[in-house]
C-alpha cells in the first residue's frame, strides 16, 4: 500500500491566492482527516469525513477554509483567500473504523503564503 | 478541558539513557491514549497506546505508564538510541458522533535528541 498520498508536497503563494490541497486516503479506510501543524499552536484537528461524510467541522478557523470529501479516494482542503498566517504543514490522515485509534498520516503539504 | 499538556518542550538524552516526557489531561472523558512519533519531514505515525483502565503497557523499549487518578500519563524511552531522535506527541481520543473514538487531541510535543 502507497500510504496517505498528498499533494503538493510544498506550495508558495501570495496573499489572496486559491490554494487547494489534495489527498488520496488509504484504500479501504473509511475515516479522513485534516490536520495543521504549526509551532505555536501544535497539531490541530480542523475537520474530518466519515465515509465522505464530514461529520465534526469545529476545528475549521474560519470560513476561508473549506473541505470537500467526493469520493472514498480524494478530498481536498481550500482556502480561500489565503493569508499568511495560514502558513502551516497540513496532514492529511485516514483510519478504519476496525483500528479507530490508529491514523496513518500522509508527509504533509507545506503551505507559505507570503 | 480539550487540552493535553505536554512536558518537556524538547530533551537531550545520552545514547544509552532513559527519555522520559510527560502528559497530563483534565477531561475525564478522554478514554484512550496514544503516543506518535514524528521524524522531520514525515507526517506522525502511531508508538503505542493505552486505555485508562491499564496502569502500563510496554512494548519493546517504549512503555506508557498511566496514572488515572492524577490524569497523567508518561512515555519512557529504555536505551535511548540516536535513530529515537524524533518529536514525540502525546494524545487523547475522546468519543465522537456515534460513540466511537476518532477524534485525538494532541499535547504541543517533545523534540526528543538522542546523542551518540
Known amino acids: 500500500d502507497a500510504g496517505v498520498i498528498q499533494s503538493p508536497r510544498h506550495e508558495v503563494t501570495e496573499m489572496g491566492q486559491e490554494v487547494t490541497l489534495r489527498c488520496k486516503p488509504i484504500?479501504?479506510?473509511?475515516?479522513l482527516f485534516w490536520y495543521r501543524q504549526t509551532m505555536m499552536r501544535g497539531l490541530e484537528l480542523l475537520i474530518y469525513?466519515?465515509?465522505?461524510?464530514?461529520?465534526?467541522d469545529s476545528g475549521m478557523p474560519e470560513d476561508r477554509f473549506s473541505a470537500k470529501m467526493p469520493n472514498a479516494s480524494f478530498s481536498t482542503l481550500k482556502i480561500q483567500p489565503s493569508e499568511p498566517r495560514d502558513s502551516a504543514v497540513y496532514f492529511c490522515?485516514?483510519?478504519?473504523?476496525?483500528?479507530?485509534?490508529?491514523?496513518?498520516f500522509g508527509p504533509g503539504t507545506r503551505l507559505t503564503v507570503t | 478541558q480539550q487540552q493535553v499538556k505536554q512536558s518537556p518542550q524538547s530533551l537531550i538524552v545520552q545514547k544509552g539513557g532513559i527519555s522520559i516526557i510527560n502528559c497530563a489531561y483534565e477531561?475525564?472523558?478522554?478514554?484512550?491514549f496514544p503516543w506518535y512519533q514524528q521524524f522531520p519531514g514525515k507526517g506522525p505515525a502511531l508508538l503505542i497506546a493505552?486505555?485508562?483502565?491499564?496502569s502500563e503497557k510496554k512494548e519493546g523499549r517504549f512503555t506508557i505508564s498511566f496514572n488515572k487518578s492524577a490524569k497523567q500519563f508518561s512515555l519512557h524511552i529504555m536505551d535511548s538510541q540516536p535513530g529515537d531522535s524524533a518529536t514525540y506527541f502525546c494524545?487523547?481520543?475522546?468519543?465522537?458522533?456515534?460513540?466511537?473514538?476518532?477524534?485525538?487531541?494532541f499535547g504541543k510535543g517533545t523534540l526528543l535528541t538522542v546523542n551518540p
Open positions: 494524545a487523547a481520543s475522546l468519543k465522537g458522533s456515534g460513540g466511537s473514538n476518532y477524534k485525538l487531541t
Open positions: 484504500s479501504g479506510h473509511d475515516y
Open positions: 469525513f466519515n465515509n465522505n461524510v464530514p461529520i465534526d
Open positions: 477531561n475525564t472523558a478522554f478514554d484512550y
Open positions: 490522515a485516514s483510519s478504519f473504523r476496525g483500528q479507530s485509534y490508529e491514523q496513518y
Open positions: 493505552i486505555r485508562p483502565d491499564v
